[in-house]
């Protein structure tokens, strides 16, 4: 018979894409992780993983199964509060998703803001790439989340907070001083990529500007980001200008890169109705983020959120 955990713990293995990585988030040992996947393979009596380079990657069951699964486990958290809806007290858990650069300034302080606010939901926090947390907001992994995005696209509803200008992280001492670099300067840098959802955007945006550029290592988390270009391996671009506040920066460099921006947005699936908890976490949160904007003045940043949201 298969199990709740067991559908929980495959689809954390399919979005951290490695058991190494879901044990950790799950404090599961690895090989207890394996066995329950195991048991679940066999019950269904279908291979759901390969094992690749970099760890492991669904197959097209897997696919599958993780799609409904997360759908089935999203319906299953919701129960308690669709059971309470009638209560005037707003309960619930609400999944919310925060790029990794944003995590250290807003996300202890937002939940401090919704526990005084909002006592009784429970907020659930994912961090990583904004690619990565739009795409689970999309298979119905999290509720909300607070993405940056090059241009719009369809299937989300947003509300626009800010717009954020990029940054070229760096060591080279030669360019502590630069106070910012055009986007066509850095056909000469060295570039990590964070990932792939910025490879596709950053390298349509140089493309754009008639500029090839040189990918010299790819890195999938702020702390990977960070090491790599402490190690000198190159550079790499990130809406991230005061790295030093970040635990492992050490002495990297943020140089602003003039005409290179993304606009922050709160998006939730659009033909997907918000619970109680979630309408009420997203009203907290806008006005939360323009209040920070306005006491912080956070480098770089603009805020877009009109009057009567604050």
Known sequence: MIQLRQLRYFVRIVEARSFSRAAALLY??????????????????????????????????????????????????QLPEKVR???????????????????????????????????????????GDSSVLRARVVERGLDLALVFEEEPLPGL????????????????????????????ELA??????????????????????????????????LSSHLAAVNAGIGAIILPLSHPASIPGAGSIIATPISDLHLTASLVWLHDAQLSRAGEAVCRLLVPFVAQYIQEKQPAGVESLISQDRR
């Open 28 to 77: 599961v040992a690895q090989p207890a992780l394996s066995t329950q996947i195991a048991e679940l393979e066999q019950e269904l009596g279908i291979k759901l993983l390969h094992r690749v380079a970099r760890g492991v990657r669904p197959t097209a069951e897997g696919d599958l199964l993780y799609n409904e699964a997360t759908e089935l486990l999203r319906r299953f958290d």
């Open 188 to 221: 000469t840098w060295p570039l990590i990529s964070p990932g792939d959802g910025w490879r596709r955007s950053m390298q349509k945006r140089f493309a754009a500007a008639g500029v090839t550029v040189k990918i010299v290592a790819e890195t999938q988390d």
């Open 157 to 184: 509803t947003r509300t626009e907070l800010f717009r954020q200008r990029m940054y070229v992280l760096h060591i080279d001492e030669a360019h502590r001083a630069t106070a910012s670099v055009r986007l066509a």
């Open 85 to 127: 809806a009638g209560s005037p007290k707003v309960t619930g858990t609400v999944q919310l998703g925060i790029p990794a650069v944003l995590t250290q300034a807003l996300a202890g302080a937002f939940m401090t803001a919704c526990r005084n606010a909002l006592p009784d939901v429970t907020l659930s926090f994912a961090s």
